[in-house]
């Protein structure tokens, strides 16, 4: 029977400061080298091969584990890349966010998508029990990539955490259940939307058709994970940000009627899986969840006759209506700056 125990790195000096390493190269702690030699110890070297990421800290591990062995180094073993987030504090972001993000259901800004972690670390452990029966390996290599595992790995793992020189073994039973398992990826996205309300904040009701266009400003997605709150354009770039990292494809779309006095628009979301478009929503209470259509023209023709609809109150039904299909708009634009980007989109109606 093939088993492949993996095992998190010790302590490093950015683990101590309560850094993101990232991709960031640090070295180990001396209470990380005490601890790692310790194991050592105990553990039996009985390891028909094993592999190391190429980073320093997993190789100094490794080193006081095992002084005298030669691993095979694997660039698919590094830790996730995590952008603007790499050698910042932790303790400066939102307990949501973290959460999210250990989750593999955030990704930071110009970081790498969880997905292809994912990829990345199935794709090393397939070659293994494909090509390995019967071996044991040990790996050494990082919490994201020990995180990556238990979602696709382990049915009912207790903590998606892991601590330093933590142990996980795989055997063909685990690989049986990745390889039978469907992953919830919208399942998890819905999920985390339903953190999120409708709505908006320094803006008196009163004041609202003048101060709106002007004042209220686009929401990154993280501002808008911590605030829990935001209008429909905020809602689709986190929706937009939660589906990249998933590498689901998407497309963007505005829609409004050209009614002079109120101009009633809304921004969703579509996304395109097994030969079907899905409108997702969740700014527009009586819409929401996933809608499913057999092509886009179906499924904007359906949005425009609901959003009509539900605005025949307030506008005439003879005012024309316009759509676009936008690309990802930049951040803390207002309202008004929200609408002229739009015009230099791609119109559909």
């Not at 800290?57 to 002084?67: A, C, G, M, S």
């Not at 990154?220 to 689709?236: A, F, M, N, S, Y």
Request: negative net charge.
């Amino acid at each position: 029977m093939t088993e492949i125990v993996l095992i998190r790195h010790a302590e490093s000096i950015d683990n101590k400061k309560g850094l993101w390493s990232g991709r960031t190269n640090c070295n180990l702690t001396e209470a990380g080298r005490k601890a790692a030699h310790e194991l050592g110890q105990h553990l039996k070297n009985d390891f028909n091969e094993i592999y190391c990421s190429p980073l320093t800290r997993t190789k100094e591990t490794l080193k006081e584990i095992f002084p005298d062995v030669i691993p095979i180094y694997d660039e698919r073993l590094v830790e996730i890349s995590i952008g603007s987030w790499e050698q910042t504090k932790k303790e400066d972001y939102d307990e949501t966010l973290k959460s999210l993000f250990r989750q593999g259901i955030y990704s930071p800004p110009n970081g790498e998508y969880h997905q292809d972690v994912d990829e990345r670390i199935t794709s090393f452990l397939t070659e293994l029990f494909e090509t390995k029966q019967d071996k044991k390996i040990l790996v050494v290599t990082h919490n994201a990539i020990l995180r990556a595992i238990k979602r696709n790995f382990i049915k009912d793992y207790k903590n998606i955490m892991s601590k330093n020189l933590e142990m996980i073994t795989l055997t063909e039973e685990n690989y049986n259940y990745y390889k039978n398992h469907k992953k919830q990826d919208i399942e998890n996205i819905l999920k985390t939307m339903e953190l999120i309300e409708y709505g908006y904040e320094n803006i008196k009701e009163e004041n609202f058709e003048t101060e709106f266009p002007k004042q209220y400003k686009l929401l990154t997605p993280e501002e808008l994970i911590v605030k829990r709150c935001g209008v429909c354009w905020d809602q689709v770039e986190l929706e937009r940000v939660l589906m990249e990292t998933k590498k689901i494809k998407i497309e963007t779309y505005f829609i409004y009627i050209d009614n002079k006095d109120t101009l009633p628009s809304h921004t969703f979301l579509v996304y395109y899986q097994d030969n079907q478009v899905i409108w997702l929503e969740h700014a527009w209470n009586d819409e929401k969840g996933i809608h499913p259509y057999s092509n886009i023209e179906e499924l904007l023709n359906d949005v425009e006759r609901r959003f009509i609809k539900s605005r025949e109150q307030e506008v005439d039904k003879n005012c024309p209506v316009h759509i676009y299909r936008y690309d990802k708009p930049p951040y803390h634009i207002t309202c008004d700056e929200f609408y002229q980007y739009i015009k230099s989109q791609i119109k559909i109606k």
